[in-house]
């Protein structure tokens, strides 16, 4: 493990342990990032509906 901290692992360095944790960590930041646009289209369907 004396890699620099700078390079990037290629996929082949993965275990299947890091990868199955990275799919976990993306599916959580698409699910978080879903969530936020469909609450910023909600408030702007508000401020619509509201006559602002």
Request: charged share 30%; proline share 4%; hydrophobic share 25%.
């Amino acid at each position: 493990m004396s890699q620099p901290s700078t390079e990037t692992p290629s996929a082949e360095h993965l275990s299947d342990h890091d990868a199955a944790r990275f799919r976990t960590l993306l599916s959580g930041l698409e699910r978080s990032l879903e969530a936020d646009r469909r609450s910023a289209e909600g408030r702007a369907t508000d401020g619509a509906s509201s006559g602002e």
